[in-house]
């Protein structure tokens, strides 16, 4: 059974940095993609990164140039640095592992406020 686990998550002032931990564990063969979402109460979850086996990256538009995100080399582990933060970076972030099916963590709280 595949677990994901998060951490990392926190309270962070305006312009802080954070970074996130993601570890999969299980029955995990190879090195799969693997990606970072957020959710605010009220919305809909949003895509923020995504990493391939390869170890190329994309970045939606909103964390751009401000995030890094990236693996261990036995590619179950990631992490998503962001820095320069805002506020509407506040949420609770969530890693995703894509093997044939999509295995969610519980997701992890990051607070932006002074």
């Known amino acids: 059974q595949l677990q994901l686990v998060e951490s990392g998550g926190g309270l962070v002032q305006p312009g802080g940095s954070l970074r996130l931990s993601c570890a999969a564990s299980?029955?995990?063969?190879?090195?799969?993609?693997m990606g970072w979402y957020r959710q605010t109460p009220g919305k809909q979850r949003e895509w923020v990164a995504r990493?391939?086996?390869?170890?190329?990256?994309n970045y939606a538009d909103a964390v751009k140039g401000r995030c890094t995100n990236t693996r261990t080399n036995d590619g179950n582990t990631v992490y998503l640095q962001l820095n320069s933060r805002k506020p509407e970076d506040t949420a609770v972030y969530y890693c995703?592992?894509?093997?044939?099916?999509?295995?969610w963590g519980q997701g992890t709280q990051v607070t932006v406020s002074s």
């Open positions: 995703v592992l894509t093997i044939a099916a999509d295995y």
């Open positions: 299980g029955s995990i063969f190879g090195i799969y993609p």
């Open positions: 990493i391939t086996g390869a170890g190329s990256t």
